[in-house]
């Protein structure tokens, strides 16, 4: 009974390279936004995502004793632990859906979750709004 | 507004969004109930086995080879040679020899089956997106434009960043396509036929283990055998010696040739991890100092020791491309993908749940209706063009050619994400 909420158009933020292979993506706030969402607020999300990024992928000791160990134990440690990087990508899903629900779905704005992308693009899916009429 | 919006939200009990759901971006299929995996549609040349457990390349002849020069050798070394020494000398040689064994044939296994980092294909939306920007660039022409790069200044060094026609992506720093597998692959090294996989950012590490444990297996195996036969001759004269133990032979033909290759092999990724380089970049000469003065490697991180840190015990990525997930068959009313490729979302979760996306994306858009269209509306039955609508005040430039058909209206064509199910 209810219509399909339509799909608009779809905005593609890219990966920034110039840290070099870091997952990280651009903060450059795409135009098509401009009417949907405040500059600040998205551009705190991606930010948070670099962040969040940027550890799962950080050098440090945790992740040193986490490659020793699993090298010592042939890898088969991983059968029953998780990899801090997965550990990190539940963080940054958990996050991104809460942001959906808070922030982006009464805007009519979705954030896909990059790692559905081959952590290329995050994708925001901007819905028809019909709404503005009222 | 707001309130009633979230009024209405609220009555329609929404259950919890998961992010982590795939989105249906894959090939149609006819039947409602039809489950195929992932890898099943993969659009690259590798082979998966174990119901996308694995995944190797497409010519697996010299792997096979690989593993029985090394099962052959050491099944000869631990039956003919082994009990003797174990005897004359001490036990501590076959455990060791077996401890080694293990984690050259463990090593193998995991470089050859894992994924070495592949990237996945982009999505049609993605690839009109970026064909688009592309074009607005260029001043779009009826032909194949040139080459497309973009260039990235990473670390003071500039870098070329080429776009591949295959996957329909800007590849990311270090990666290149592997046309023997046909995929684009990160941190791309080389496609190593006596693996039967290609060696990248995934699988790098245990590629480099398996080449060092092997260097001192053969070694190992070559120096005992030689042990073997010298303290046989000792006893019976040499030729007796050789005579007694003939296997011994053939072992020590095999190790004198791996040996040089094999240790050769184990030095030089020695150094490439040492200076943070892939084999591609070394051979290219990509960061040679030939090249000019300036030229330096901006994936370095300035001393050995953090380099090789950094690609032997650093974080291992998780695979970018899911191939134990099931493809959405709830795709009646899609419209196939204009492009021809087939496409597959990725997600994290190596079990997806089909009921629950369903339900998910079903929650989705009844949370977005409720948040954008007003409670009481007509519904259209005809196409819906999206130029610049006047509700959006014009907040539309550029997409002038999206159509939503007949009754699917929320299926643009060429865009394949359909809602699973119509309300």
Known sequence: MRQQTAIAAKVFIQRDYTNGTVCQFQTKFPSELETRIEKQQFEETVRTLNNLYAEAEKLGSQSYIEGCLACLTAYTIFLCMETHYEKVLKKIAKYIQEQNDKIYAPRGLLLTDPIERGLRVIEVTIFEDRSLTR | ?423
């Open chain 2, 1 to 423: 507004m707001h309130l009633g919006v979230s009024e209405s939200m609220r009555e329609c009990e929404y259950s919890q969004i998961s992010t982590r759901s795939s989105t249906p971006m894959e090939t149609p299929y006819k039947k409602r109930t039809s489950r195929k995996r992932k890898w099943e549609s993969f659009p690259g040349r590798s082979k998966f086995y174990c119901d996308g457990r694995i995944m190797m390349a497409r010519q697996t002849g010299v792997f096979c080879l690989t593993l029985v020069l090394i099962l052959v050798t050491s099944g000869l070394f631990f039956t003919f040679d082994c009990p003797f020494l174990a005897l004359q000398l001490t036990t501590a040689i076959p455990v060791i020899g077996g401890v080694l064994f293990l984690f050259v044939l463990g090593t193998l296994l995991r470089t050859s089956f894992s994924d070495p980092g592949v990237l996945p294909r982009a999505t049609p939306d993605e690839a009109a997106d970026l064909e688009r920007q592309i074009d607005v660039a260029n001043g779009s022409t009826g032909y194949r434009p040139p080459p497309r790069t973009k260039e990235v200044v990473i670390n003071g060094q500039t870098v070329k960043l080429k776009y591949c026609f295959t996957c329909k992506i800007f590849r990311p720093p270090r990666a290149s396509h592997c046309s023997l597998c046909d995929n684009c692959v990160e941190r791309f090294d080389h496609h190593c036929p006596w693996v039967g996989n290609c060696v990248g950012r995934r699988n790098y590490r245990f590629f480099y283990m398996f080449i060092l444990s092997l260097s001192f297996l053969t070694i190992f195996i070559f120096a005992f055998v030689i042990t073997h036969i010298i303290l046989r001759s000792h006893r019976n004269g040499f030729l007796n010696a050789l005579k007694d133990s003939p296997a011994s032979v053939l072992e020590v033909v095999v190790c004198f040739f791996s040996v040089w290759s094999i240790v050769g092999l184990s030095g030089f990724h020695t150094y490439l991890i040492s200076s943070n380089q892939t084999t591609n970049e070394d051979i290219k000469g990509s960061w040679s100092s030939k090249r000019g003065k300036d030229n330096y490697n901006p994936y370095s991180h300035g001393n050995i020791f953090t380099n090789c840190c950094s690609a032997l015990c650093g974080p291992l990525p998780p695979s970018l491309i899911d191939r134990r997930g099931f493809i959405q068959s709830d795709t009646l009313q899609l419209a196939p993908p204009t492009n021809g490729i087939t496409m597959y979302g990725a997600t994290q979760s190596q079990q997806s749940h089909m009921c629950d996306q369903d339900q998910c994306i079903q929650s989705t858009k009844f949370v977005l209706q409720a948040a954008t269209t007003p409670l009481l509306q007509q519904q259209t039955s005809e196409p819906v063009i999206l130029t610049t609508s006047p509700e959006n005040g014009g907040s539309l430039p550029g997409r002038t050619s999206l159509t939503l058909a007949g009754p699917c209206t929320s299926l643009p064509l060429g865009q394949p994400t359909p809602p699973p199910s119509t309300s």
